[in-house]
């Protein structure tokens, strides 16, 4: 079984919302579409579930052509962050409905309603009405309504985004198992790297409506394609610098200069575009360190790490450093960069070199 997609598009009036896609989705997979808002992952999941028709192109289940078939004429179930329910039904009549519809037995409807309900920390509710709940029980309850469902296709639209940390942990380790188990096609939006990261599977990056890469979590990650899809996958984004190579010299961008990393050694001579992570940066020095004078903007404290927003001549960074630091918003802060952590990106976005560390990886 699988969900095929082949050059949809989806334009609205004059604004091209999905540019030309082509995507294949395995029976049995996880698979996140991952992006900022307005990327275009919720109206990528709508044409999959045949809520939208896409404006060109056409959508393959198992091979057939179900472009035009009726969202409710396919076996899809769907969950957004903004929870679904029916308020006159109670938490086991909500999460028994889709089953009931499908003439499930009784002894089997009310096993799975229950096992559902316990992994969702339901249990202690079912008797319960949906507005007497908090929002994130609604939502896990809304949740519990798509597990249940048996679908072949299983759509979530940033769905835990309204749960508590503990138990978006939680689900995020248990729902991937449990469409394994049933081998349905699972789609997850998020805007969130760190959780594309801990649901694995595959990844779809998307940018302005376009996919920028597709493939292992892993893979995309450590190996993006071009610098976008880099800037997608990196929370806070990737950070940039224009350097140029000349010989067995490195310039990057403010008169400095050093020798060329061993790790760049094989690159051709020209301009090209580095690009690191925030947790690449440090404060202190090692090695073969790349060494930069900032001017500090901004630090956030989050507890175990700080935020530190710099001004490297005009251009903005911003590193993520371990553990609390006392530093002065204005203040002049050097930071090091270990040439390891460096991806090369050709001027147009491109990617030339992959970064050692993710090769090794």
């Not at 296709?153 to 942990?169: F, M, S």
């Not at 409506?209 to 997608?232: I, M, N």
């Not at 553990?323 to 802060?333: A, E, H, M, S, Y």
Request: glycine share 8%; aromatic share 6%.
């Amino acid at each position: 079984m699988a969900l095929e997609l082949r050059n949809v598009t989806r334009v609205v009036g004059a604004a091209t919302h999905i540019h030309a896609t082509d995507l294949v989705l395995e029976r049995g997979t996880m698979n996140v579409l991952l992006g900022p808002t307005l990327a275009g992952k919720t109206t990528l999941m709508r044409v999959m579930a045949g809520l939208d028709a896409p404006t060109t192109g056409s959508v393959h289940w198992d091979g057939e052509d179900v472009t035009g078939r009726r969202v409710q004429d396919r076996n899809v179930a769907m969950v957004y962050q903004q929870f679904i329910n029916y308020p006159s039904m109670t938490v086991y009549e909500n999460i028994a409905s889709p089953m009931r519809l499908k003439g499930v037995s009784s002894n089997e409807l009310d096993r799975r309603v229950r096992e559902t309900a316990e992994l969702m920390k339901l249990d202690a509710m079912l008797d319960r009405k949906p507005l007497e709940l908090s929002g994130g029980q609604q939502q896990r309850c809304a949740l519990a309504r798509a597990l249940v469902k048996d679908a072949g296709l299983v759509l979530l639209d940033e769905p835990l985004a309204n749960l508590d940390y503990k138990l978006r942990e939680e689900l995020r380790t248990e729902i991937p198992k449990i469409f394994e188990r049933s081998g349905a096609i699972f789609v997850y939006a998020t805007t969130e790297p760190e959780e594309a990261l801990l649901l694995g599977g595959n990844t779809a990056t998307l940018w302005e409506g376009r996919v920028t890469q597709f493939g292992p979590t892993g893979s995309v990650y450590r190996k993006p394609v071009d610098a976008t899809t880099a800037r997608v996958f990196s929370d806070p984004p990737m950070n940039f610098l224009t350097v140029q190579k000349a010989g067995d010299r490195l310039a990057y961008g403010d008169g400095q200069d050093a020798p060329v990393p061993v790790a760049l050694a094989g690159v051709a001579d020209g301009p090209y575009v580095a690009g690191f992570r925030p947790n690449h940066l440090s404060l202190t020095s090692h090695g073969e360190a790349l060494s930069f004078a900032t001017r500090l903007t901004v630090t956030e404290i989050t507890g175990s790490e700080t935020f530190v927003h710099l001004d490297h001549h005009g251009e903005r960074w911003v590193g993520l450093i371990h553990g609390v630091q006392n530093l002065q918003p204005g203040q002049d802060l050097t930071v090091h960069l270990d040439p390891a952590h460096v991806y090369l990106f050709a001027p147009d976005g491109a990617l030339v070199s992959t970064a050692p560390y993710a090769e090794a990886a």
